[in-house]
């Protein structure tokens, strides 16, 4: 089993009589309310999703990680994680808080021990995490509208509510267990935040001819507007499994986390993170993580290969622009295929959304019979 990044997969979720002494401490505790992406964060922070952190970025960390890709000790690190608040003296240093998600402000979800307050750059923080400062990348954005001060520090869980997919949302400690007992030695993540069309399943499939174990992990949480719903793409992927793969070989496990669009440097935390689970290998194509055109095409695969022996969970990357071709009888692309025009049919996201919209079915060597069904089956299948 490959060793989580940094050696040591964090668990810092209270249980039996640590977690009751620490909800009765938590009574008289001062509360801190966080945005529901933050409180997520601190949920993955405990359940060892981002080891080795083990809490909320420290001056130290926050330093290494935005200018130097790293941890203090050295360890590859590309995106900080990290708590803000809008004044300083909301928090001081050595204080103990309940961190509570906005949109549940009764619920302690985790103690923080606040080990240091300081004020960051934005600006400066921005350009190095996302490579711009244009305002317009939604990161760059959520980095300004964020508070002046960073509260470092360790968090433990109170709440360990596995949320709305609790069936499809196992920790890495247990997706290890998973893989451990079917004798997965090579696992390989693919990471999505879609539906999936023939592209994705030839690929998934051509994976599973290198290693053991797919495991289809879907990042699950705050979207854009027109993204599919969480609900739909689980749903989508459930109708593809359960008909067209081996059951012994593919394992559906969601990533419940926020996109931060960072291309490159996000491609590694995926990376990161998916060795934490237990994957030996992730999938990297074109513009991982990307948006608009802030990011060279292939920018994400060369960073990750340039990282891997480093990283040691090693990048799958998939070059090239896929069509399905009809002249080929396949799923081809740009480096396989000599035909163009008519006979080769896209795989555009926007094509296959107005269809969605439209109730047209697109030919089952676009998308699976079942997939489509499954999707039009709800109202609205796209965030608002
Ligand atoms: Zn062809």
Redesign the pocket.
């Known amino acids: 089993m490959i060793a989580p990044h940094g050696g040591t997969l964090v668990d810092r979720i209270l249980s039996g009589d640590a977690l009751r002494e620490a909800r009765q401490r938590a009574e008289e505790l001062p509360k801190l309310v966080v945005a529901d992406e933050i409180a997520g964060d601190a949920r993955n922070l405990a359940r060892g999703v981002f080891s080795p952190l083990d809490g909320f970025a420290t001056s130290a960390q926050f330093d290494g990680i935005v200018n130097e890709e790293r941890l203090p000790d050295g360890t590859i690190y590309p995106i900080p994680i990290f708590l803000t608040v809008d004044d300083a003296e909301s928090v001081s240093e050595g204080d103990e808080v309940v961190l509570c998600a906005l949109s549940a402000p009764d619920v302690p979800v985790a103690l923080m021990t606040a080990s240091e307050v300081f004020e960051w750059d934005k600006g400066a923080a921005a350009a190095s995490v996302f490579g711009t400062d244009d305002t317009d990348h939604p990161g760059v954005a959520g980095y300004h509208s964020r508070g002046d001060y960073i509260v470092g520090g360790p968090v433990d869980l109170l709440d360990n509510d596995r949320g709305p997919f609790a069936e499809v949302n196992l920790y890495p400690v247990e997706t290890r267990a998973v893989f451990e007992e079917r004798g997965w030695r090579t696992v390989c993540a693919f990471q999505t935040r879609n539906v999936p069309h023939a592209g994705h399943e030839d690929l998934q499939k051509t994976v599973l001819g290198l290693v053991d174990g797919l495991m289809i992990q879907p990042i699950i949480g705050k979207k854009k507007p027109g993204d599919f719903r969480d609900d739909v793409i689980i749903a989508a992927y459930d109708a593809l499994i359960g008909s067209y793969f081996h059951p012994g070989r593919v394992f559906l496990n969601i990533l419940p986390t926020e996109m931060r669009y960072a291309g490159p440097k996000e491609a590694i935390m995926h990376g990161i993170m998916r060795k934490n689970y237990g994957c030996t290998h992730i999938i990297i194509g074109r513009d991982h993580a990307g948006v608009g055109n802030y990011y060279g095409e292939e920018e994400a695969i060369e960073k990750f290969e340039a990282m891997a022996d480093e990283l040691e969970i090693q990048p799958i990357t998939i070059r090239g622009d896929f069509w399905y071709?009809?002249?080929?009888?396949?799923v081809?692309s740009n480096r396989?295929?000599?035909?163009e025009g008519d006979?080769?049919l896209s795989f555009s996201g926007t094509q296959i959304r107005q269809m969605i919209v439209d109730g047209v079915p697109p030919r089952p060597e676009i998308m699976r019979t079942e997939v489509f069904e499954v999707i039009r089956q709800f109202d609205n299948p796209f965030v608002d």
Not at 336 to 339: G, L
């Open positions: 071709c009809c002249t080929c009888g396949r081809a396989t295929c000599p035909h006979v080769c």
